[in-house]
């Protein structure tokens, strides 16, 4: 996993930004959590966009992955590690 | 296996791929709904015949993300596939089904099932949609990568499923005897089968197009921070607007119809008891129930709408906050609101939660959802002892009170989840992984064909355990027959009066007379039921005034108002349903919860009848 200046969690982001996932953060996940995770797509370098949020809390937010959108709370979207694309 | 079809086919793919209308279009109208032994989860299998005569059985699997069962639905896909499902022969050969708008999402589960070994093939579905999107698929490239025939298909246009068809009444012997394709190359790890999935999407994609227009001006709106919250009520109200007034019309037709059949069975029929069964029992209890007909049909039709259309996983992500305020996700909305038409289907729409602790909630709660069955009983105590008169300029009372009613059923839902789920059903909070799928127009023939096995459900149930106990009802009431020289009503000396009166010692404090209290042992049936019984309790039990006049004016005279008000919050609570509590256990597959689900929702309903018997009591006097 390669961390830099740049990396974030999933959860850290309002809509409109792009990012790519880099991993997820392990001693918060359960190997539940994390199979679900990664059956969802939320694996190493998939490109990830963060689409809309909540009303209340801003939760839960709504990402387009693989081409697919799905919801998930934030709380989940912090154990994701993604670093964050340039703005364009 | 049904005699005549030569091979067994099951159709299995990822929830949203357009499995199911991919079936309806297969099979049309010739399918079979039921139900796996010991589990509830639907079994559907049509009949599909091939130009060339084939007859071949497709057996519709629930959607699953994988093959790793996560929940009841997966656990079944999983073992029909591999042929140890009670009640499911092993099935010839596999139909994946896979959304071609969305590739990498869904191949990992046909890498999964590829690795099993058995005789499949792989169908891209949606391609029209994938055409209007501009994605290109070399479907020639996928089968070569994925080592497997892959036939296109497009499920909402029957012209469209032809060389699916074809492919399959040609392909079906030679897969059957063929052996398994190689699969030692595919990854066994979730992450490994995802960047396959990847690789292989990226080999066989011409054009990646770009992204659904409409899915994603259509989401700005209804998934908008204020908007979309407002708009789903919106839509709420406007549902149950139509469920009053639409339906008004039809219901009217099957009154009439009702009164007309009971007139000409009068006249035809000269045995007094024989005329009184059909007339008084049969035909005035089943046509209680039948009335509700339009009402469930019209909330179904919203229900099924909004789910092809693609906008109730959308309502989900909006009422996911308010959900996670009682314990539960948004994946528990949608079961809660098929339970304002009838628990039935809203505890067995619960099978889609994945933990099991918010599934039992979910389940346990449903029943307090206002189902359509109590709308006959809360419309004939509001008729009788609520004023029509406006309140505040324009808001009728009647409707404020109906309105109240059901208000009261949700908060009572909310405060016994939030109980549930901090005390016997405590756990992690479960996530919500939820996919958002994209909007559709809605395909017409599917949603009729689900309105037809609502319908058919419904009436079966009217006529099978509605029937019986409206007969039972009508013979405790008639008999034992008056003595001769008798001064009060007939009924009075029957056995429902003994029985009646026996449980009136238990509901007294909470004012229920003994006329009520025989009504709720039928009602105990079908909550429904209750008004007819007491039709038939008022009518026996009085002169021929007594039956000219409506029932509501019948009771206004004989009931007080905090008799009224207490029976109308008893049935906000009150588990009046055996099918309700049928499904419960088949779902739940424990007497405990069935039980449990019984013992709270009476304790409730006496607790708070009680309360609004006395303390109305206390104000009126």
């Known amino acids: 996993m390669k961390v830099s200046a740049n990396t974030r969690t999933l959860g850290s982001l309002r809509p409109g930004q792009t990012c790519r996932v880099i991993g997820l953060a392990d001693q918060a996940v359960s190997p539940e959590l994390e199979e679900r995770l990664l059956r969802m797509g939320f694996a190493e370098d998939a490109a990830i966009e963060v689409r809309h949020e909540g009303l209340f809390g801003r939760d839960p937010m709504a990402v387009k992955v693989d081409g697919v959108i799905l919801a998930l709370r934030r709380r989940e979207a912090d154990t994701i590690l993604v670093e964050v694309d340039a703005p364009k | ?621």
């Open chain 2, 1 to 621: 296996m049904t005699p005549g079809a030569a091979y067994r086919l099951a159709l299995v793919g990822n929830p949203n791929c357009g499995k199911s209308a991919l079936f309806n279009a297969l099979t049309g109208g010739r399918q079979k709904v039921g139900n796996y032994p010991g589990v509830t989860v639907e079994r559907r299998v049509g009949r599909l015949r091939t130009p060339s005569g084939i007859a071949i059985d497709v057996i519709d699997l629930p959607g699953s993300y994988s093959l790793t069962p996560h929940s009841a639905d997966e656990a079944v896909t999983h073992n029909v596939i591999l042929g140890q499902q009670e009640g499911e022969l092993p099935p010839d050969a596999i139909l994946c089904v896979v959304d071609a708008t969305s590739l990498a999402f869904h191949l990992p589960l046909v890498l999964e099932l590829k690795r099993l070994g058995k005789p499949m093939l792989v169908t891209l579905n949606m391609m029209d949609l994938a055409e209007r999107d501009g994605i290109r698929i070399d479907t020639a490239a996928l089968a070569r990568e994925l080592g497997l025939p892959v036939v296109g298909s497009v499920a909402v246009r029957k012209a469209g499923t032809s060389e699916l068809v074809e492919t399959l009444s040609s392909t079906l012997e030679t897969l059957k005897n063929q052996p398994p394709a190689d699969a030692s190359a595919i990854p066994t790890d979730v992450r490994g089968l995802r960047r396959e999935a990847r690789r292989i999407a990226q080999a066989a994609t011409v054009s990646e197009g770009r992204e659904h227009k409409v899915t994603r001006v259509l989401d700005r709106v209804f998934l908008h921070r204020v908007a979309g919250p407002a708009i789903l009520f919106g839509l709420l109200f406007l549902m149950f607007q139509a469920v009053f007034s639409w339906a008004e019309t039809p219901m009217t037709w099957i009154d009439q119809s009702v009164v007309g059949l009971q007139a000409l069975a009068s006249s035809e029929i000269a045995n007094p008891a024989l005329r009184s069964l059909l007339v008084d029992g049969i035909i005035a209890g089943v046509g209680s129930v039948v009335i509700f007909l339009p009402q469930i049909l019209i909330l179904f039709l919203f229900i099924l709408v909004l789910e092809a259309s693609g906008y109730m996983a959308r309502a989900a992500f909006l009422m996911d906050r308010l959900m996670a305020g009682v314990g539960l996700n948004g994946r528990a909305f949608i079961p809660l609101l098929s339970s304002f038409a009838c628990a039935i289907p809203g505890i067995m729409a619960a099978r889609t939660i994945d933990s099991q602790r918010d599934r039992l909630t979910t389940i346990m709660v449903a029943p307090l959802m206002t189902c359509s069955a109590r709308l006959p009983v809360y419309a004939l105590i509001i008729a009788a002892f609520i004023p029509d008169r406006k309140v505040w300029g324009a808001v009728g009372l009647q409707g404020l009170v109906m309105f109240s009613l059901y208000l009261f059923g949700i908060a009572a839902a909310l405060a016994v989840a939030a109980v549930l789920k901090r005390t016997m059903l405590r756990g992690a909070p479960q996530p919500l992984l939820l996919e958002l799928p994209k909007y559709q127009m809605p395909n017409w023939r599917d949603v009729a064909i689900g309105l037809w096995q609502r319908a058919r459900i419904f009436m079966r149930r009217a006529g099978g355990i509605i029937l019986i106990s409206m007969i039972v009802l009508w013979a405790l009431s008639s008999f034992p027959p008056p003595p001769p020289g008798a001064t009060e009503p007939p009924i009075f000396y029957s056995a429902a009066a003994w029985v009646g009166k026996g449980l009136q010692t238990v509901f007294a404090p909470i004012g229920f007379n003994w006329e009520i209290s025989v009504a709720l042992i039928p009602g105990l049936a079908a909550r429904e039921v209750a008004v007819a019984a007491l039709g038939t309790v008022y009518a026996l039990s009085g002169s021929e005034d007594a039956v000219a006049t409506s029932l509501a004016e019948t009771l206004r005279n004989a009931w007080t108002l905090p008799t009224a008000l207490s029976f109308l919050v008893w049935y906000v609570f009150a588990p009046q349903c055996l099918s309700t509590l049928a499904v419960a256990k088949r779902e739940t597959n424990s007497w405990r919860w069935t039980f449990f689900m019984a013992g709270y929702l009476f304790a409730l309903a006496y607790i708070f009848a009680g309360a609004t018997y006395w303390i109305t009591k206390g104000i009126v006097g």
